[in-house]
């Protein structure tokens, strides 16, 4: 039943060792984000995908990227993790029908980041 | 530069009570409001959206109001049970970025004892 899976859920990874967190939707939404949440933070959008146009945040470092091959599917790489990158990620779907209203986002269980 | 604050940020109140979870938001120009429901460690369930045109939106037991003019909203939550304690997470998708910002409050630590 799960609409937006993310995997894994916990995630080990050494300093410095890049990493590649995954999120699919089954809900065929236009619209897939990113989001970092650090403890006890709100959180954080770090880029989003429109169809196949990426919209990156401004203050979201470049170590952070990610890429969509297909509708269903969207990555996040980090290319080499710092201590400060540890969090929780989470992945967002919705549909952006254009016009004045915005669909409702819905959200992966996330993925729970550690470096060592 | 959108703002949103959530009071209080840790709330416990005896099972059966009713409760009302208050968030703020400093630019009245956004498109929607969404409240979340964070279990530990999990991610984000949607509890209630409602759109800038809208004054309130209900589901079962939770009733979410907005005042986009003063830049409020609360929601309101009836009979509580211990089922209930969470975070309570509001957002609200403001006009920047190319399909608007959710930006999010801090949240709501709610613990409800039996």
């Known amino acids: 039943d799960a609409m937006v899976i993310q995997n894994p859920r916990y995630q080990v990874t050494q300093f410095g060792k890049p990493v590649t967190l995954s999120c699919s939707q089954t809900?065929?939404?236009?619209?897939m984000y990113w989001y970092q949440q650090k403890s006890s933070q709100a959180p954080k959008l770090l880029f989003h995908?429109?169809?196949?146009?990426?919209?990156n945040e401004a203050d979201t470092p470049d170590n952070f990227q990610s890429r969509r091959p297909n509708t269903s599917f969207c990555f996040l790489d980090i290319r080499s993790p710092g201590l400060g990158d540890a969090a929780m990620y989470l992945c967002?779907?919705?549909?952006?029908?254009?016009?004045?209203?915005?669909?409702?986002?819905?959200f992966g269980d996330g993925t729970r980041l550690s470096i060592l | 530069k959108q703002e949103v604050t959530q009071i209080p940020a840790a709330l416990s109140v005896p099972e059966g009570e009713n409760l009302v979870l208050n968030c703020s938001f400093t630019?009245?120009?956004?498109?929607?409001l969404q409240w979340f429901r964070q279990d530990p460690g999990k991610g984000l369930t949607s509890l209630l959206l409602i759109q800038s045109s809208q004054r309130e939106q209900t589901s079962g037991r939770l009733n979410a109001s907005l005042d986009k003019s003063s830049g409020r909203s609360t929601l309101y939550i009836a009979a509580s049970q211990p089922g209930d304690s969470a975070t309570y997470l509001c957002?609200?998708?403001?006009?920047?970025?190319?399909?608007?910002?959710?930006?999010f409050g801090k949240g709501t630590k709610l613990s409800v004892k039996p």
């Open positions: 995908y429109y169809d196949k146009d990426f919209n």
């Open positions: 957002a609200v998708k403001d006009y920047g970025g190319s399909q608007g910002n959710l930006i």
């Open positions: 630019d009245s120009a956004i498109y929607n």
């Open positions: 967002a779907t919705s549909r952006d029908l254009g016009g004045a209203e915005r669909q409702p986002q819905h």
């Open positions: 809900l065929n939404h236009n619209v």
